[in-house]
């Protein structure tokens, strides 16, 4: 057993045996003497030891772990004592998980139950001579780095492509070393490996264990869009807040009088890229998993708190491709009644769902400019400027729109979140949009559930029963899903604190006008306006 455990010497042996003839002087030295103590950190024994520990819980008792490893192999774990397995817990965590301390860990980890106490385990054959065969053989036991410079040319690729939020895969990271090993280092690809004499290759298998032990990176799912901020993006938000700013103080301009505006994209399909099922199953079906269809929601909110009305659109070029609120007998009358007390928009896209020139024209017609002139009348300004803050898109940006804005809303002033920083300065993106997409997948599950009970009230066998995917119904359903999202974000202090946090990590925070207008004319805000 303790043998089994400590392998490298019996490697080291059988090659120098099998490598030297009978010829030559003698051996002076009689056989290695056996090892007397246990590897408890070799693979085989370390996750008996792991197991043990499930099993017995929470309060971890080290003698009920040690007796239940010796009641299960005797031969294996009789030497093992209490004080040894105690040095290695890790007792300063307060939660009630069983911890080893880090040095227990990185022995694990790194695989040293093949090395005596102290060495680092290897992987690679970067990191041995390719002039010693003994040193390849034992390419996975042995800490050498004699291609350091070659090693941190790659890592440093890897490092820097994964930070841009480029994709990396094994065929992008096996390319990539291929084409910096046969530059810098060409003689690597004549060394022979493994029993079979063949030639090094860099092969799939060798790039998985190269960044697994160089950089701890393993195969992981995208959860979010990649974004790369521009070098200069806190200059740019500062520029931004200065010009805002200005506008704000030269044109006394109330908080209700500034609105932020951002379109959203929502699917119809409303469900998860991932399921509970067998596990070890290899194929996963998720109804809804290729279904691209959707609609854009266009939000705006105020720095007074105000949620104004959405414009959603949808894909289609008539008014049949929307939701119909007059429709009667709908099973949907009270969304839709709400949907027509908030002033909700509905719009055809055309081909697309997405927002174009013409449903631009139409929300600021029909919704920012009515929003603003009610607030000029409130407050008894009626040739009161107003700002508005948008994403810097191609369509809002364009020479049409803003000779449009121009000619037809010269008071309201149109200004740009800097490009390429919207999730971080877009008070829509920063705070908004994550609850309003929660609350409507809230909504959408609830009309999975009352459609699934309704199939098994009606004795539908469980196995049969077919969820709706029509497009006609699912664009009924949308208005409840719009109409409770609405209502999740419509919350006058919620969305003051996120016109705040949106912009919390400016330097020049105060002249934000997310903090208010009275911060304008602080005494920090002065000097520099």
């Not at 839709?336 to 024209?361: C, Q, V």
């Not at 309704?454 to 969820?467: E, F, K, R, Y």
Request: aromatic share 8%.
């Amino acid at each position: 057993m303790i043998e089994a455990s400590r392998p490298k010497q019996s490697i080291i042996a059988d090659h120098v045996s099998k490598s030297k003839g009978p010829a030559g002087a003698k051996k002076k030295n009689g056989p290695l003497a056996p090892h007397k103590n246990m590897n408890w950190f070799f693979p085989s024994v370390w996750a008996q030891i792991v197991n043990a520990c499930r099993h017995v819980g929470y309060p971890y008792d080290v003698k009920a772990i040690i007796q239940r490893l010796q009641a299960q192999n005797p031969a294996q774990f009789n030497t093992l004592r209490h004080q040894r397995f105690s040095e290695w817990i890790d007792r300063t965590h307060p939660d009630r998980h069983l911890h080893f301390k880090p040095e227990v860990q990185h022995r694990v980890n790194s695989r040293q139950a093949i090395q005596p106490a102290g060495h680092v385990s290897r992987v690679s054959i970067l990191v041995c001579d390719p002039a010693s065969s003994l040193c390849v053989l034992l390419s996975n036991f042995i800490a050498q780095e004699p291609y350091p410079e070659v090693v941190n040319v790659i890592l440093k690729q890897l490092r820097g492509i994964r930070e841009a939020s480029v994709p990396l895969d094994l065929i992008t990271i096996r390319g990539l070393m291929i084409g910096i090993l046969q530059v810098q280092l060409p003689n690597v690809f004549t060394v022979t490996v493994g029993n079979d004499s063949k030639h090094f290759q860099c092969s799939d298998s060798f790039v998985g264990r190269f960044v697994k032990e160089k950089l701890g990176w393993s195969r992981r799912k995208g959860t979010q869009a990649g974004q790369k901020l521009p070098a200069d993006a806190e200059d740019q938000m500062e520029a931004c807040a200065l010009r805002l700013a200005v506008a704000i103080a030269d044109h006394d301009i109330p908080e209700t009088c500034i609105v932020s505006g951002d379109q959203t994209g929502n699917t119809f399909a409303q469900s998860s890229q991932s399921t509970y099922a067998e596990t070890g199953t290899n194929q996963v079906t998720i109804v809804g998993k290729e279904d691209k269809r959707a609609f854009t929601i266009m939000v705006g909110i105020s720095m007074g708190g105000d949620v104004l009305p959405f414009q959603v659109i949808y894909g289609g070029h008539t008014d049949g491709s929307l939701p119909k609120l007059n429709e009667p007998g709908s099973a949907y009358k009270s969304a839709n009644d709400e949907a027509k007390r908030l002033k909700f928009r509905f719009e055809p896209g055309g081909k697309k769902h997405w927002s174009n020139i013409s449903t631009m024209k139409s929300y600021v017609t029909e919704i920012l400019a009515v929003y603003f002139n009610d607030q000029r009348t409130r407050l008894g300004r009626p040739n009161q400027r107003c700002l508005w803050l948008i994403d810097c898109w191609s369509v809002h940006r364009s020479q049409e729109f803003r000779d449009w804005m121009r000619d037809n809303y010269p008071w309201i002033f149109v200004r740009y979140i800097p490009g390429g920083c919207t999730g971080i300065f877009q008070p829509c993106d920063v705070g908004i949009q994550r609850i309003l997409k929660h609350a409507m997948r809230k909504a959408a599950l609830s009309h999975v559930v009352k459609e699934t009970v309704a199939h098994l009230s009606n004795n539908t066998d469980p196995g049969t029963i077919v969820l709706e995917k029509g497009i006609r119904e699912l664009r009924r359903r949308s208005v409840e899903w719009l109409v409770d999202g609405y209502n999740a974000i419509n919350n006058r202090d919620f969305v003051k604190k996120v016109m705040f946090h949106s912009t919390s990590s400016l330097p020049l925070t105060v002249l934000m006008p997310c903090l208010g207008v009275e911060a304008l004319f602080s005494q920090v805000a002065k000097p520099i306006v």
